[in-house]
């Protein structure tokens, strides 16, 4: 079974950092990949990034482009968010979610649809 285990989460200023991790395991192939995933209350969730097990192809949005940078650590079976420049409308909750054979592209944007696995999420603040 595939688990995701999100942390990492929390309150931080306007202009600020935080990184989060997603703890994750149970995949039995090795093309896999890991999305990260937000809502804010009262909208749809969006795609922030994506990262493949393989290549390391990776996808970021326009909103989060240059801010954001989505990493792997295979042998800790842990991929990063590093969130730097956050906004306070950067603040939601962040989901890490998981699909095996999903490819992930630069060129593509991540769909929530395509995820067969997902964590609990992580909830991120940024104040004015």
């Known amino acids: 079974e595939v688990q995701l285990v999100e942390s990492g989460g929390g309150l931080v200023q306007a202009g600020g950092s935080l990184r989060l991790s997603c703890k994750f395991s149970?995949?039995?192939?090795?093309?896999?990949?890991i999305a990260w995933f937000r809502q804010a209350p009262g909208q749809e969730r969006e795609g922030v990034s994506c990262?493949?097990?393989?290549?390391?192809?990776?996808y970021y949005p326009d909103s989060v482009k240059g801010r954001f940078t989505i990493s792997s650590d295979n042998a800790k079976s842990t991929v990063y968010l590093q969130m730097n420049s956050l906004k306070p409308e950067d603040s939601a909750v962040y989901y890490c979610a998981g699909a095996p054979f999903y490819i992930c592209s630069g060129y593509n944007p991540v769909n929530s649809y395509g995820m067969d696995y997902w964590g609990k999420g992580t909830l991120v603040s940024v104040s004015e």
């Open positions: 149970g995949f039995i192939f090795d093309d896999y990949t």
């Open positions: 990262i493949h097990s393989t290549d390391g192809s990776t």
